[in-house]
């Protein structure tokens, strides 16, 4: 269960109650799919299965149940999944072994809703799925290739992995500009960094067409190209967006347009960029920003930061905050992680947390994972 100690805090004596009904949806899953319990401890539980397609039926039916549950808005239930396909050494009534590690480290990856998949285990699961790459798990010297579950009516998009660290490799890139010189800069610019620029385009369509073929971990876009030199690199960041996920974008722009910003804000900050073309000549700024970006982070030009901020509102929860509080909330919509906002500010990075939570607190966002949390908390900065 994600956040457990959370909703044991909250709820407390009602919590056994919560944990049991949980626990009973879990138990009918896994015997109407021909699975045995093996173990159950505090709020997890642990079963093996004669095949791989059993464990996702019940994986599934296990999610499906929980997200659609009508839960009190205080009692709000999400489980992680982790499947993996292993030889064991069975001991006792149980079962031991690296492979029992390995089952156990990939749930504890997961987001609450989410269903992660070793590649072993995608081995006759007969379900689709997302590759979501190779990531290191500490205590076990192997990495693993890890997938997510994808079906009907459950949630698809969520915040990086928990715990793990995605195993490094070059990242790619496509750089889209009518401006072959400005291109050619760029292109040689993330060279020189060791990011793999896949392909160029002139146009929307070369770039819809590049990212299609390549599946870049970041597309560089302008904001106006041919033929009308309007929006047609706004238009083209949506569609990537919208069709390839897993690809961030980072718009460059040559004046601040906080309308198409907000526009492309709109769903979600994480893996969006947008700056201003004149931040290309602080090269670490931008390499940064790019970076940030592929790897599913967000990275807003203070420029465009300070005149959304400085629009008029009405009645806006982000008027709660203090200055430091909205100082602090201003560098996260830049895409700066809590190390970098108390460079910035001069401050501790302890000091740091304690206002990233009052501002939580003060925009009454949900519990969530943090950088769920940051990604809302952008939003309501940026978008209201």
Known sequence: MEDSS?????????????????????????????????????????????????????????QHAVTGRD??????????????TGEAEQAGD??????????????????GGQVLLSEDALDGAAADVQELGEYEFRGLREPERLFQLLADGLPDDFPPLRGVRKREHALTAVV????????EGLARLLAEAEIDVVGQA??????????RSYHP?????????????????IRAAREIRARHPSTGVLVLSQHVAHTYA???????????????????????????AVRRVAEGGSALDPLVVAELVGRSRGDDPVERLSPREREVLELMAEGRSNQA???????????????VTSIFTKLRLPAAPEDHRRVLAVLRFLGS
Do not use: N
Not at 176 to 183: E, G, W, Y
Not at 217 to 233: C, F, K, L, S
Not at 341 to 355: C, M, N, T, W, Y
């Open 6 to 62: 959370g909703l044991a805090d909250r709820l407390g004596s009602r919590y056994a109650g919560v944990l049991s009904d949980v626990r009973e949806l879990q138990r009918g899953a896994v015997a109407r799919t021909g699975g045995r319990e093996i173990d159950c401890r505090g709020d997890e539980l642990f079963a093996v299965f004669e095949e791989s397609r059993l464990a996702t039926a019940a994986a599934l039916e296990i």
């Open 71 to 84: 839960w009190p808005a205080d009692e709000r239930v999400r489980v992680r999944v982790g499947l993996h």
């Open 94 to 111: 149980g079962f031991v072994g690296l492979e029992v590690h390995r089952a156990s480290r990939i749930c504890q990856a997961a987001h």
């Open 176 to 183: 889209a500009d009518d401006s072959i010189l400005l291109r």
């Open 202 to 211: 002139s146009d929307a369509d070369e770039l819809m067409l590049k990212v």
């Open 217 to 233: 971990d970041v597309a560089i876009v302008d904001i106006r190209m041919p033929p009308t030199q309007t929006d047609e690199g």
């Open 262 to 288: 907000v526009e492309l804000l709109a769903d979600s900050a994480q893996g969006l960029g947008y700056l201003l073309k004149d931040r290309v000549a602080d090269v670490d700024e931008f390499l940064g």
């Open 341 to 355: 906002i108390g460079q910035r500010l001069f401050i501790s990075p302890r000091a740091v947390e304690k206002h």
